[in-house]
């Protein structure tokens, strides 16, 4: 069922590639899996890591300094790629905001992205069946977090999942993505004109239509690039205060949008999930 | 002085790359350091942590994990690359064992290296001016370790200069680069036929010379696929053994010769070279 691409002893426990053939997103799929072997050998709750813009899975396995952390929680870690990819899949290379390493982590309903374009339905079925299949997981435990594109993919699907997800957080999430300039363009082009469609792959519009979740933890850095254009965390403020959603939105000082700042406060997001798939 | 090519503020110090013109080598270099900021503004000490082959400043400053424990300590980090580079700088593209990435820590004596491959003064005096000059840098008390062709690069060089470093540690070493396949080439190309010349730049011959050092930490993966052919620590063992240099050397079940090995021990290392520099 999956091709393993390789593997490596680290912080105790084994850091693996593998490829499967998707049937969601009718192509070859590549992800990362961390397995813990601190506690007997599972099965080990999941923890979903989803990747922003121009992601691979490689990004976060290399830069992300998630091992020690969830070898010492016992945690399985999970990082999808962004999008489909292959010689049959339609992109636009000189685009980075749209195509390959754009999923947004939504099922794209108009040509030519819908054959390949379904993020939504590869982490929310199809890779999970693998992660069951393959690994010692214990499904009845996961949660979801991710960085920009990615904390848009974990806070949109928990909204729609909170039966699936224990917890969930966010490094730096795009929060209203029907609004931003840097999703929109993609969103019209995997969804169509119709922008009520977009509604359903937007924070802050799921919680606006009524979906809810059990709280949110959410780290921005106030010297993040795309701070004012692009995430704009207030508009999440607003909208979890409106709805009740319990939010710990933590400005952090100077820090900007990439994996130095992820890499800083990712021991304390598997600590705070750890607390939550166990409790 | 130096150019600051990048600045990220990640686990509470600054993570940066600079360049500068290398009298040394005779081209830019690039290096990248990281300055902690948990005691007050320094100084603090150094530690060196010198690549392997095919690596720049940037492998481990992405995948080395290092920079909690280094800001936890308060020590700075000083990663440089492993070899001139540049239009000027002579090279063999397809050739990853000499030339641009396998500068092997040695001053080349040959044509067409001898301009610009003069790695060991680099780092002995290049590179230590420039450090003392811009960061907040405390540089009697330094420390030095590294991976593979920077292993070798840190124990030769803590042989020689046993006054300049307080300790020295190293992630599967390259111990005896005389006599291992993979750095003959290049040590005869950058030091000429006279082997006896390339015994200054061999940790074995070193010790066997009569070098000394307070004693030496090595980590070495069991599952390392150049452990037979090109790393052989037990080289190591014997001549530390003969000399009555204390070795703690951990062979580590399972692991292998990737930064997923590095990044595993990193913070124990850290800690080791801390306890030392703070002595």
Redesign the interface.
């Known amino acids: 069922m999956i091709e393993t691409v390789s593997t ?5 426990g084994v ?1 693996g590639v593998y490829t499967h053939a998707s049937k969601t997103c009718q192509c070859g799929m590549t992800f990362a899996v961390f397995t813990p072997e601190t506690n007997g050998g599972g099965p080990y709750p999941v923890l979903w890591f989803l990747s922003g813009l121009t992601c691979t899975h490689a990004n976060v396995m ?2 992300g ?1 998630y ?2 952390a969830a070898s010492e929680h016992g945690i399985i870690i999970v990082c999808p790629d962004t999008s489909p990819r292959g010689a049959d899949v339609h992109d636009v290379p000189d685009d980075w905001q749209i195509g390959g390493g754009a999923g947004f982590y939504l099922d794209a309903t108009e040509a030519p992205w819908a054959p390949h374009y379904a993020m939504a339905s590869y982490v929310m079925r199809d890779l999970p069946a693998v992660i069951q299949s393959e690994f010692p997981a214990d499904m009845e435990r996961q949660s979801i977090f991710g960085h920009s594109m990615g904390g848009h993919g974990a806070l949109a699907l928990a909204l729609k999942s909170p039966d699936r997800f224990k917890s969930c957080s966010a490094f730096a999430p795009i929060v209203s993505p029907t609004s931003a300039e840097w999703s929109r363009k993609a969103f019209a082009a995997y969804l169509g004109g119709n922008e009520a469609a977009w509604r359903a792959y937007d924070t802050v519009a799921l919680i606006e239509d009524g979906k809810r979740f059990r709280e949110f933890l959410v780290d921005q ?1 106030s ?1 993040d690039g795309f701070l004012e254009s692009g995430l704009k965390p207030w508009l999440l403020e607003e909208a979890c205060a409106g709805a009740g959603i319990p939010l710990t939105l933590r400005m952090q000082e ?3 949008h ?4 992820i ?2 406060f990712m ?1 304390e997001h598997i600590a705070w999930h750890a607390e939550r798939l166990k409790g």
């Open positions: 490596a002893r680290s912080h105790g850091q290399e830069k300094e091992r020690k850095g010297a100077g820090y900007d990439s994996y130095f700042f890499s800083t021991a």
